[in-house]
């Protein structure tokens, strides 16, 4: 398998705290992406980091990228119930004709209201 | 815009029967993606198709089949189901900037 790795798995937390989910990878990267699940649901896009940069924002997320150690995290700000979900990042590698990701495990988030 | 959109949503079948699962996009995307997740796992690349009338093989291509009958539609084929095969199904299409829209997904269980 080249999936890569996420930590923790899951992940429990109180309304309004922040929530830090880790993403390793194998290979070299054109970019790095972040993606969301509700359970029973499909995956949701968040958002994207290039590998030339090192940290982006969107809203209340926050994902650095790290490529000399392969690694990358999501911050969630101010989390809410409705954050509640598993998260997936997914490596887009160098090299890859058809442009495919290679996903993480996922981290599931519960948000305790 | 609906997006991607799959059919069924969910199907039991027995061992040796085969199904087809449809998938259709309608943002006029060039790629287009199978996959299937096993419980508390990521997602696992089944078969990719990078435009209209190629397809190629992901990381578990064993025991299916697939067609893209145009540059909307792609479907999976499963010939003769095995329990092995029992998985949540998700088809996605590629975006812009590289991002994935992913459709709900079929819950397939085979007996």
């Known amino acids: 398998s080249q999936q890569g790795e996420e930590d923790p798995q899951a992940l429990s937390i109180q309304e309004g705290e922040n929530a830090t989910m880790n993403c390793s990878y194998k290979?070299?990267?054109?970019?790095l992406q972040w993606y969301r699940q509700n359970s029973g649901r499909g995956l949701v896009h968040l958002i994207l980091i290039r590998s030339n940069e090192r940290e982006k924002h969107s809203g209340r997320l926050r994902v650095t990228l790290d490529t000399s150690k392969k690694s990358s995290s999501l911050l969630i700000t101010a989390s809410r119930a409705a954050d509640t979900a598993s998260y997936f990042c997914a490596s887009d590698g160098n090299n890859n004709a058809g442009n495919m990701l290679t996903f993480g495990g996922g981290t599931r988030l519960m948000v305790k209201p | 815009n609906a997006g991607v959109t799959q059919t069924p949503k969910f199907q039991v079948l027995k061992t040796g029967q085969s199904m087809t699962l449809q998938c259709a996009q309608d943002?006029?995307?060039?790629?287009m993606y199978w996959y299937r997740q096993d419980p508390g796992m990521g997602l696992r690349l089944i078969y990719y198709?990078?435009?209209?009338?190629?397809?190629d093989k992901g990381e578990v291509p064993n025991g299916y089949n697939v067609s893209r009958l145009n540059k909307r539609e792609f479907s999976l084929r499963l010939e003769s189901a095995a329990p092995s095969q029992t998985s949540v199904y998700f088809c996605?299409?590629?975006?812009?900037?590289?991002?994935?829209?992913f459709g709900p997904g079929t819950r397939l269980t085979v007996l």
């Open positions: 290979t070299s990267i054109n970019n």
């Open positions: 943002m006029n995307h060039n790629s």
């Open positions: 996605a299409s590629r975006g812009t900037y590289n991002e994935q829209f």
């Open positions: 198709s990078a435009s209209e009338g190629t397809t």
